[in-house]
């Protein structure tokens, strides 16, 4: 009996982050389409996940970018391509992609890429590097904005680009989940004061991301908000925003809480988020998870966030890395009345449900499979 075809998505490990969220989420659709999902990475807490949806993880040292192990993951992709009648190799990261692209030409099989981001050249040979995702027979961009990176950077002909937004789970960041005593407890977790809003940026800590705008901002704002940074990174960063929030008078205000699990309830318990980051987003996942929980959104007018945020309708945009125009922006959007903020919220999660949801993205990427098949 003839098995039905196999996809393989590839990338450097299945630890927490949302291209592995979106590799899983795709392995889901692929086995309900009926097809044979696989993935290789390099393992990760991720793996046991993606193995109780019944799809099979191969282990291998894909996060590496050696030249000499980009060769041997090359032959081994081959080798289970065969004995596995891979019939399309899907790859999220630039590594895993040139040992897929190698195995792929090698056996004759479908190349796939998703552009997932704006990937820098700051050195030399790293445009080279960074081509094997527009090298895909189909290059998923994750918004208009890559995939017009894509065209201008690397010449793709449109007809190579399909452009699938990321998608969020509209089940899993639903308001009407969270119930008021959890907003209630974590909002007093964070410290923040009846009646004071909480304003969230949820990014991981590194300074594109625009952490130090917001502080800068929160020393401009009047009241007393509380600015909630969560995300994990270097503690020599960390140690800087508590430095400059001692230099602007907001230590008391600012909460650095780490990596958070519970991303959905963060969000129920902000008052505001906030998009600060100072270079392009390929896309900007917080910002429609944000709008999917109905918070009003502030984000900087750059990259992703520019599709995804209509000003004055479904969140508010301003010039990125001005935290004196941010500030402006947050005293303007917390003096509005809360059933006008509540409708912004509303308006946003409407959007998101409309254009940006997993189910959406599942099913654009299984008509690219199709296609190819």
Same mark, same amino acid.
């Given at each position: ?158 007809? $190579? ?72 990174? $270097? ?26 699990? $519970? @991303? ?96 959406? @993205? ?12």
């Amino acid at each position: 009996m003839t098995q039905p075809p196999g996809v393989l998505q590839l990338l450097p490990s299945l630890a927490s982050g949302g291209v592995e969220r979106g590799t899983i989420e795709i392995a889901e659709a692929i086995r309900d389409a009926g097809l044979r999902p696989l993935v290789a990475s390099a393992g990760g807490p991720l793996v046991a996940e993606l193995e109780e949806l019944g799809v099979r993880h191969v282990t291998l040292p894909l996060a590496t970018k050696s030249p000499l192990a980009i060769w041997r993951n090359a032959a081994a992709l081959a080798a289970l391509v065969r004995q596995e009648d891979i019939a399309i190799l899907h790859a999220r990261s630039r590594a895993p992609a040139w040992s897929a692209l190698i195995a792929a030409r090698r056996t004759g099989r479908a190349f796939v890429t998703t552009y997932h981001g704006t990937y820098n050249e700051n050195l030399p040979g790293k445009r080279l590097y960074n081509s094997v995702m527009a090298r895909g027979d189909r290059v998923i961009a994750i918004s208009g904005f890559i995939a017009d990176l894509v065209r201008s950077r690397h010449g793709v002909p449109d007809a $190579r680009i399909r452009l699938i937004a990321r998608g969020v789970d509209p089940r899993r960041f639903n308001p009407a989940r969270i119930p008021p005593e959890a907003i209630a407890a974590q909002r007093a977790t964070w410290g923040v004061p009846d009646g004071e809003a909480a304003i969230l940026l949820p990014a991981r800590l590194t300074r594109w991301k625009g952490q130090a705008v917001l502080v800068e901002a929160l020393a401009r704002l009047p009241g007393q908000s509380i600015a909630v940074l969560a995300g994990g990174g $270097r503690d020599a960063y960390r140690d800087e925003l508590l430095a400059l929030a001692r230099r602007h008078g907001v230590a008391d205000r600012v909460r650095l809480i780490g990596h958070v699990e $519970r @991303m959905d309830l963060a969000l129920a318990a902000a008052g505001l988020v906030v998009h600060a980051s100072t270079d392009a987003e390929a896309f900007g996942r917080t910002v429609v998870e944000a709008q999917a929980m109905a918070r009003p959104v502030i984000a900087a007018d750059l990259g992703g966030p520019r599709e995804t945020v209509e000003h004055g309708m479904t969140g508010w945009l301003v010039p990125p890395g001005d935290p004196v125009a941010l500030a402006a922006m947050l005293a303007q959007v917390l003096a509005m009345p809360a059933a006008l903020r509540d409708a912004v919220g509303q308006a946003a999660r409407k959007a998101v449900l409309a254009r940006y949801s997993t189910a959406a @993205m599942q099913a654009a990427t299984l008509d690219v499979y199709r296609e190819l098949l």
